[in-house]
C-alpha cells in the first residue's frame, strides 16, 4: 500500500472517531465570554463560517504543543470563512496572556471556565476541539493533542461539502506539508 493511501486511511479513521465523540448536527448554545482586553465577545459574531474552538489550559503542556498548529491553520484559512478560536479555561488571565505572548499565537483567545466547557462539550477533558459547520453544528470533535494536517484535512472536507451546497468559496492554496 502505497504511502499516500495509508495516510488517507489513517485521517479517515481519524475522521470518524473525532464524528463519533461529536454529537452530530447539535448546535452549541449561545455564549458569552470575555476576551484578553476584558471585552464581551458573543458566539454568534462567528456564525456562517467555519469555526474551529480549542479548549485549552495554561498548565496543559498538550495544549501549548498543538497552540503553533491552530496558528497555521488559522493562518492559511483565515480568508477561506474559517475562523479558529481558543478558549482558555480554569486559568488565571495574567498567565493567559503570558502563553499567549510565549506562544505567540494571534487568533483570537477568549476566557471561560468549567462550566462554559461542561455546557458547550459536556466533558472537561482538554485539550479538546470543537469544529463547527457555517450553520454553527458540531461536526467535529478532537480529544488531545492534533497535528496540523488532521485539522488542515477536516477543515478542507466541510469547505467542500460547502462548496458543493453553494456556498461561495474562494480558491485555496493546496500546498503540501
Not at 474552538?53 to 495544549?63: H, L, M, P, Q, V
Not at 479555561?89 to 466547557?117: C, H, Q
Not at 450553520?135 to 492534533?146: C, E, M, P, S
Request: proline fraction near 2%.
Amino acid at each position: 500500500m502505497s504511502q499516500n493511501k495509508a495516510l488517507r486511511i489513517q485521517f479517515l479513521l481519524l475522521l470518524l472517531i473525532s464524528l463519533s465523540f461529536a454529537q452530530n448536527g447539535n448546535k452549541i448554545e449561545a455564549f458569552s465570554v470575555k476576551n484578553l482586553s476584558d471585552d464581551n465577545m458573543v458566539f454568534e459574531e462567528y456564525k456562517g463560517k467555519i469555526t474551529v474552538i480549542n479548549f485549552w489550559a495554561t498548565w496543559c503542556a498538550a495544549c501549548l504543543k498543538e497552540m503553533p498548529q491552530l496558528e497555521k491553520i488559522y493562518n492559511e484559512f483565515k480568508r477561506e470563512q474559517v475562523e479558529v478560536i481558543g478558549v482558555a479555561v480554569m486559568s488565571d488571565s495574567n498567565k493567559i496572556k503570558k502563553m499567549v505572548e510565549v506562544t505567540g499565537v494571534t487568533y483570537p483567545i477568549l476566557t471561560g471556565d468549567r462550566k462554559l466547557l461542561q455546557r458547550i462539550s459536556n466533558s472537561l477533558v482538554i485539550p479538546q476541539t470543537i469544529i463547527l459547520n457555517k450553520k454553527g453544528k458540531i461536526v467535529a470533535r478532537f480529544f488531545g493533542d492534533q497535528s496540523y494536517k488532521t485539522y488542515r484535512e477536516t477543515i478542507l472536507h466541510y469547505l467542500e461539502q460547502s462548496q458543493l451546497t453553494g456556498a461561495p468559496r474562494t480558491s485555496l492554496n493546496y500546498s503540501k506539508e
